[in-house]
Every structure is written in C-alpha cells, then in structure tokens.
C-alpha cells in the first residue's frame, strides 16, 4: 500500500528527458546489442560505453534514483544466460549513508528477482579509498582494497556486478577476493564502461532485452 501510494506520489521518469513512466526510456536508450569487453581476467558485459545516456543513468543511480536502478537491472537482466549467483562491488559507507542504499547492490537484487539468481553481499572494503578522482595508473595499482568478508559456497561461480567500469582494477580486484576464498568468477556485468577506446572488445556482442 505504501509503495503504491509512493508511485502514485512520486512516479517513475526517465534519467534523459523526465518522460513519467521508467526510470530510463526506450527513446533515449533503445535496446541494442550490449559489448562484451575483456579486462585482465574476466569478461565483462557493459550495456554501453560511459556516455549519454548511460551517464545520466548512471549519475542519477548515484544520487539515489530508485526508479533509475529498476530500469537498470531490467537491462541488466538481459545479459544472464541463467540464474547465477551475483556478487554486487561495495560503494563506501560514507556513499550508503549519503544515497540511502548501495547501487551494486540494488542492481543484482533486482537482476536477481528477474533471473531467479541469488544475491552474496559478502564482499566488504579493506580500505575506504575510492577510485573516484584517481589517475588511471593509481587506479590500476589499487591492490588488496577487498575482503571477502563471508563465507562463499566452495566452488561456487559468481558474478560481479557494478555500475561502470573504469580501468578493470576495481572488479580484478574484487575477484581476486572471491577466489581467495575459493570462489570461481570470470564474468562481470555493468551498466557502462569508460574509457571506451581503450578496452579491448571481443568480436561476439550480448543481446539486451527490456
């Protein structure tokens, strides 16, 4: 009921023109085949590259828009192949506190819900230094930043999930968390990533669907 009333009070617009009705429109983001980019050691699904309307979404998740993380996983969804266990990359405290939820997060919950996946919050941040503001070579030397704070099911093979994808350092480093504690991970998904030119793309795209 409350939910209800909260729609009707507050109902759902689009990150790029504020259309009432999703949090992301197939007008200004129509459904096209996603890349798949290589890092290091995973293979990574990005909706698009870090530009509009990516940004905007992606900018407005960051400011709280649940509407906008809904839209998000729906696409998101569309790269799973199968149900599989989704590991989201923590935000700060500071930034939870600040947006009241963690976008990675929210993002597999709501993937999850869609894909009949399970959700393993148990990565935690050693240090709390983001990555926001560093220079790419700081930001490919961060090494040892997480922990895998709770037990993973032996063998299991997750997925990363995140927002963008900046240089790879973050996710690399997250899965080696994950396979620190026994963890298979090879594959990531994210809802853009940046710098485009300078990621290597594979030759097969992933199709998205609403």
Request: net charge positive; proline share 6%; charged share 20%.
């Amino acid at each position: 009921m409350i939910l209800a009333v909260l729609d009707l009070l507050f109902p759902a617009r689009c990150a790029v023109c504020a259309r009432i009705g999703s949090g992301l429109c197939v007008a200004c983001a129509p459904v096209v085949p996603a890349r798949t980019l290589r890092s290091a050691t995973l293979q990574v699904s990005a909706l698009g590259a870090y530009e509009a309307p990516w940004r905007s979404a992606v900018l407005a998740l960051k400011d709280g828009r649940r509407d906008v993380a809904a839209a998000l996983g729906r696409r998101l969804s569309g790269l799973l192949p199968e149900s599989v266990g989704l590991v989201p990359v923590p935000t700060t405290a500071a930034r939870r506190r600040r947006r009241g939820f963690d976008g990675a997060l929210l993002l597999a919950q709501i993937v999850a819900a869609r894909t009949g996946g399970s959700v393993y919050p148990v990565l935690s941040q050693v240090a709390g230094d983001a990555q926001r503001g560093r220079s790419r070579s700081a930001r490919l030397k961060a090494r040892g930043r997480f922990h895998c704070a709770q037990s993973v099911p032996p063998g299991a093979r997750l997925m990363l999930v995140d927002d963008v994808m900046t240089t790879g350092a973050t996710l690399e480093d997250c899965a080696a968390a994950l396979r620190r504690a026994g963890a298979q991970v090879d594959r990531a998904i994210v809802v853009a990533a940046t710098p485009w030119e300078r990621i290597r793309t594979l030759v097969t795209p992933t199709l998205t669907m609403i």
